[in-house]
């Protein structure tokens, strides 16, 4: 049995694992873009001001391949996979040591390339004095550039780009950040949290402009459109006839922050099903191109809403629409969803090995026997693809369920730590009211805000408040309510002898 895996993160590491636990003797090869083995990627920002020896990166031990008895060929690129065949077409570099076929056969695909940083379509986007962050690559170029650059300019404001915008600071550059939205870290704090962040951070030194779309990136400068009230949200801006001022800062060197965009086209050009709303080829602006797998339209025609990444649609058991073919990591989506964490790849990725090797194994009596044993509360949730598969009922252990998203940041002498529905918006970017317990300490700058859905803890925010995270955390988990939540803070705030007071109001839609 041969299992080839596509990438070298953490999904396709734990991918490898989980085969490696149940099939002592299978061929695993795992080839990879990549010049290194998987690294601590979360902790790559932190290579800003480290001395480039990647040392504190790497989550595994370089020996992780004979560990696990795991072929690893570093950088090469797969190019195209053929179903029929169920082989990959890889392009090899000069110089390999030949065990390498530039159409690698497989019995099970695991794919797992994860994602790359959105390039947004801005002229200048590609000139030389541009960065992302993503591979070690990057940041040595970053680093490099670092030594003669005095001004740097971050565009986005999520917490990646929050935590680049800090570290280039404490690098001694000239940062400021450039948001289209009206908040930092737009889809973890809500718009009193953005608030604060802004002046905090501001207050170090680092200018923040928020709804400010950059217009062009240049050798040296930034220029972008800035809705001049800038707190407003867009649409409260632009009945109120919001002016835009056209503002130009210097820029020695960029950081694109802009998301990440899927690498699922290889899975998409070899026929597996996809799931988002990919952008219109040609459209000058990002609109929806219509590729029907989330809202049926039609390729000419796309659903006119703002593009959004593809994925490669997969079942709880990281089942792609081919039942070779198991899909995990950044780069694949069950239910549409995926949050781009690390947690979220690993566990896909040990779910994906786990079902590649079962299906490898795949007794016809054993999916039998399982079938009927948890038919009633397993089967209800298959979802399938194919008439092959329709008789797979795997173990619990090897079903993915959804990781709950938390996100800690620490800079600008500030700490904010956020869990599942910390925003408090509902899907669709639209605001939903809850009853929140929500507060705020003015004159230590805290914030606390537990969102609730049908009286029952659905996120938390905590701005300089993180000692409070492990008992809401634990609330939360354990499905508790407001009045839990109320009485931890209350203990809190009893022992912090802190003034808070409810949060000013803030328009919510
Ligand atoms: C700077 C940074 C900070 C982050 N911070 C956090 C954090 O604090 N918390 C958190 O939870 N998550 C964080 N993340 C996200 C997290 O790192 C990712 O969700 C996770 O690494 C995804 O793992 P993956 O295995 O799916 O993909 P990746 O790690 O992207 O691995 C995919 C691999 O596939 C390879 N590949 C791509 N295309 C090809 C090809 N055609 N042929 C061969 N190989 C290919 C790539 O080279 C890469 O090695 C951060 C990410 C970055 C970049």
């Not at 400010?212 to 407003?232: K, L, P, W």
């Not at 079942?315 to 069950?334: E, L, M, N």
């Not at 009633?376 to 998203?405: F, H, K, L, M």
Request: with cysteine; proline share 4%; glycine share 10%.
């Amino acid at each position: 049995m041969k299992y080839l895996i596509l990438g070298s993160g953490i999904a396709a590491m734990a991918a490898a694992e989980a085969i490696r636990e149940r099939d002592k003797e299978a061929e695993i090869r795992m080839i990879s873009a990549e010049r290194e083995l998987c690294f601590n990627r979360p902790m790559l920002i932190g290579e800003f001001a480290l001395d480039g020896s990647g040392a504190a990166l790497f989550e595994k031990q370089q020996d992780w391949p004979a560990q696990f008895n795991v072929d690893v060929k570093l950088g090469c690129r797969a190019e195209a996979i053929d179903r029929e065949a169920k082989t990959v077409r890889l392009a090899v570099p000069d110089g390999r040591d030949g065990s390498l076929t530039a159409a690698e056969p497989y019995d099970k695909l695991i794919y797992a390339l994860g994602a790359e940083v959105r390039i947004p379509p801005i002229p200048g986007a590609d000139g030389d004095n541009v960065y992302v962050v993503r591979t070690r690559e990057d940041m040595k170029e970053i680093r490099a550039a670092m030594k003669s650059a005095r001004s740097a300019v971050v565009i986005g404001g999520g917490m990646l780009g929050l935590e680049d915008a800090w570290a280039m600071r404490e690098q001694k550059l000239d940062v400021a950040i450039v948001e289209q939205k009206q908040r930092v870290a737009f889809g973890q704090i809500d718009q009193s949290a953005g608030n604060l962040m802004k002046k905090r951070i501001e207050r170090m030194g680092v200018p923040v402009y928020v709804n400010a779309s950059v217009t062009e990136i240049g050798d040296g400068y930034v220029s972008f459109r800035q809705e001049i009230s800038a707190n407003a949200l867009p649409a409260e801006a632009e009945e109120a006839g919001a002016e835009v001022d056209l503002v130009t800062i210097p820029a020695d060197l960029v950081i694109l922050s802009t998301g990440v965009t899927p690498n699922s086209r290889l899975g998409a050009e070899a026929g597996l099903e996809i799931t988002g709303r990919g952008p219109k080829e040609g459209a000058e602006s990002e609109v929806c191109g219509g590729c029907g797998a989330c809202c049926g339209q039609q390729a000419d025609e796309g659903c006119g809403l703002q593009a959004g990444p593809c994925w490669i649609a997969v079942d709880q058991y990281c089942r792609t629409s081919d039942p070779d073919i198991f899909a995990a990591g950044d780069c694949a989506a069950v239910n549409g969803r995926n949050d781009a964490i690390w947690d979220e790849a690993r566990e896909m990725g040990r779910v994906a090995g786990a079902n590649a090797a079962r299906a490898a194994a795949g007794s016809a009596a054993e999916a039998d026997a399982a079938r009927s044993a948890k038919k009633d509360n397993i089967g209800q949730v298959v979802q399938t693809y194919s008439p092959e598969v329709q008789t797979y009922y795997p173990e619990e252990e090897e079903i993915y369920r959804p990781v709950t998203a938390e996100h800690i940041f620490t800079g600008f002498d500030t700490e904010v730590f956020t869990m599942a529905d910390s925003s408090g918006a509902g899907t669709d970017g639209v605001y939903i009211r809850h009853a929140d317990v929500e507060i705020f300490d003015y004159q230590r700058e805290r914030y606390i805000r537990v969102s609730l859905q049908d009286g029952i803890i659905a996120g938390i925010l905590l701005i300089n408040a993180s000692e409070l995270a492990p008992d809401l955390m634990d609330a939360y988990h354990r499905g508790a309510g407001e009045e839990e939540a109320r009485q931890i803070i209350q203990r809190w705030k009893d022992s912090h002898e802190v003034d808070f007071k409810p949060a000013a109001p803030f328009r919510h839609r």
